[in-house]
């Protein structure tokens, strides 16, 4: 079962519960604002769903409310920045900032960030350079339970390790590729274990390694204490992809990479984000760019639909959609994961209406 809430409710009640968990007013409305953003666009994975992580994090010491991104290394072009344990969706904005800058200063920039905590929906932050008319890459790694198996594994050995590239369309919206390099997220299970529902084949390993539907052999720890693992998209291309991430957004940046057993009872999630960023005005290729992309993206869809589809999409509009709908109709919460939002508003003292 789930109830449907209005994007401003939500705002309201998970900003109420993060100030009380000691963030500033600020601080409380930014996290707030982009956990509701994630599920107006689709992405409840990201949503308002992980304020009890979150809210769990604080209390065991591992998330530092109204932390600021810490500038370590700035040669112009390359910085290197420090998260300090703050929240992600605030250091996240922070760094974007100083590296947007820099890259319509110089025309490009080259950035890491590192020790901050769970960034949430990547697709914001490509969202912010796109908007300036810049190009954004960004590669990430998650510290946390890792979830995902190696490609010929039977265990999680990583994270999710999510990819994401913006790119500007002159006249229309970007492109925003935003993906996990898993076959789904991790917060698409815990949904899915809270809703009760089976997932598709393929998806999922066991705890002894074997293919399962049950999402909450990711979810919630199994018989023996272990638990199962997610499968890379792709089998070996995804695989690579997610190994790539997880060099070039925690070894590289510093914040550090996966290499050792896991804690279930840790609730903290750091992430590491490589983040490249190019204006193409200084590109001197801008009139190309322009042209190019658009006659491509028109290529793509003048093309025969299949009886299976209503149009032929590029990333970014599902999520453009789904974002005008929602606004509408409202966003749907399943009644496991609203109980939960109610307790920890109860941890801080806050009371959340428990419907």
Same mark, same amino acid.
């Given at each position: 079962m789930h ?10 009640? $998970? +900003?109420a519960v993060?100030? %009380?968990? =000691? ?11 982009? &956990? #509701? ?16 992580r979150?809210v ?11 932390s600021n ?7 112009g072009?390359?910085?290197n920045?420090d998260?300090?344990?703050?929240y992600?969706?605030v ?10 800058d ?16 769970h ?5 914001h ?8 008319g ?7 790694n998650v510290?946390s339970?890792p979830? $995902? +198996?190696?490609?010929?594994? %039977?265990d =999680? ?6 990819c994401?590239?913006?790119?500007? &369309? #002159? ?11 898993s ?6 299970m815990?949904v ?7 997932v ?9 390694g074997r293919p399962?539907t049950?999402?909450?052999?990711v979810?919630?720890?199994q018989?023996?204490?272990l638990?199962?693992a997610?499968l890379a998209?792709?089998?070996h291309?995804g695989y690579?992809?997610a190994v ?12 550090g990479?996966w ?6 009872k840790?609730?903290?999630?750091l ?6 960023l190019?204006?193409p ?8 760019f ?14 025969p639909?299949?009886d ?5 999409q ?14 509408i ?14 307790a ?6 806050v009371?959340?209406?428990?419907q």
């Amino acid at each position: 079962m789930h109830k449907t809430h209005q994007a401003t409710d939500l705002r309201t009640h $998970v +900003a109420a519960v993060l100030r %009380a968990a =000691g963030s500033s007013q600020e601080e409380a409305t930014t996290v707030a604002d982009n &956990l #509701v953003e994630a599920n107006l666009r689709g992405h409840d994975s990201h949503g308002v769903g992980m304020l009890p992580r979150y809210v769990e994090a604080v209390l065991e010491g591992g998330l530092k409310p109204n932390s600021n991104v810490h500038l370590r290394m700035d040669t112009g072009t390359l910085l290197n920045l420090d998260g300090q344990r703050g929240y992600g969706q605030v250091i996240g904005e922070q760094a974007m900032r100083l590296g947007i800058d820099r890259a319509q200063q110089h025309g490009s920039c080259i950035m890491t960030l590192g020790n901050t905590h769970h960034l949430g929906r990547i697709g914001h932050f490509a969202e912010m350079a796109v908007a300036k008319g810049l190009v954004s890459l960004h590669f990430v790694n998650v510290l946390s339970r890792p979830v $995902v +198996a190696p490609f010929g594994g %039977a265990d =999680g050995r990583y994270g999710t390790n999510p990819c994401c590239i913006g790119i500007p &369309l #002159v006249g229309r919206p970007p492109f925003l590729l935003d993906f996990a390099t898993s076959r789904v997220a991790q917060g698409k299970m815990r949904v899915a274990h809270n809703e009760g529902r089976t997932v598709a084949p393929d998806t999922l390993i066991d705890e002894h390694g074997r293919p399962t539907t049950n999402p909450g052999v990711v979810v919630v720890p199994q018989s023996n204490g272990l638990f199962g693992a997610l499968l890379a998209f792709g089998e070996h291309k995804g695989y690579g992809l997610a190994v790539a991430c997880e060099l070039l957004g925690g070894a590289l940046t510093g914040g550090g990479t996966w290499h050792k057993p896991t804690d279930p009872k840790v609730r903290t999630i750091l992430n590491g984000m490589l983040t490249i960023l190019i204006d193409p005005t200084k590109l001197a290729t801008q009139v190309s760019f322009e042209e190019e992309a658009l006659a491509f993206v028109d290529w793509l869809k003048a093309g025969p639909v299949s009886d299976d589809f209503d149009a032929v999409q590029v990333a970014g509009e599902p999520e453009r959609l789904t974002r005008a709908q929602r606004q509408i109709e409202g966003i749907h919460i399943d009644d496991q994961t609203w109980r939960e939002i109610v307790a920890t508003g109860q941890k801080v003292n806050v009371k959340v209406p428990n419907q």
